[in-house]
Each structure stands twice: as C-alpha cells, then as structure tokens.
C-alpha cells in the first residue's frame, strides 16, 4: 500500500516506477504519447485518492473489450491505495491496453 499521506509527486513517482516494473514483466512497452497520459492519469488518480474526490459512475459494459490482463493491472494499481474505488481500474485499464498495442 502506498502511504497516502505523501507528497503527491512522490506518491505519483512511486506508482509509476511499480506500474513500469509490471510493464517490463509483462513485456508491455509504451510510446511516449502513452507514457505522458499514463502520467496524467496516475498524477489525477493520485489527487483523487487524497481528496476522496469521486469519478462518475462508470458503466462497466464500455469496457468489456478489455483484456483480463489490463484489467489485473489496473485492479492491482488501484488497490496500491485505500481509497480509490475500483471503478477507477476501468479507466486505468484503457492505457495498458492501448500499451498492449505498441
């Protein structure tokens, strides 16, 4: 669990170096366009779970294209911290699976 009482810069430096870890395991490479949104939504996601602030439902039928591989990933980046919902893996899941792509 990352300590959700951190600095968000540190906080968002340690999410991205254990989702690049998770990458290089599952031999996921990202371009740099990738690598810049995946920032941006883990910089958000970060703010989110230190504010509580809540995303808008999210219809889980929009993302049953995804792979279960995806999906494992973002679950197991969201669950790095208490207060994230996991409606917030669907999102999360759409960059590793364009990632897949590459």
């Not at 207060?83 to 590459?102: G, Q």
């Amino acid at each position: 669990m990352i300590e959700d009482s951190l600095d968000p810069e540190r906080v968002t430096e340690q999410t991205i170096d254990i989702i690049n870890g998770w990458l290089v395991q599952h031999q996921i490479t990202q371009n740099d366009m990738q690598k810049a949104m995946l920032l941006s939504h883990v910089k958000a996601m970060v703010t989110r779970a230190k504010t509580l602030e809540k995303l808008p439902e999210v219809d889980p039928t929009l993302f049953e294209e995804l792979s279960e591989e995806s999906l494992d990933l973002a679950r197991k980046t969201v669950s790095l911290f208490n207060s994230l919902p996991m409606e917030e893996a669907y999102l999360l899941a759409v960059h590793y699976e364009v990632a897949k792509a590459n």
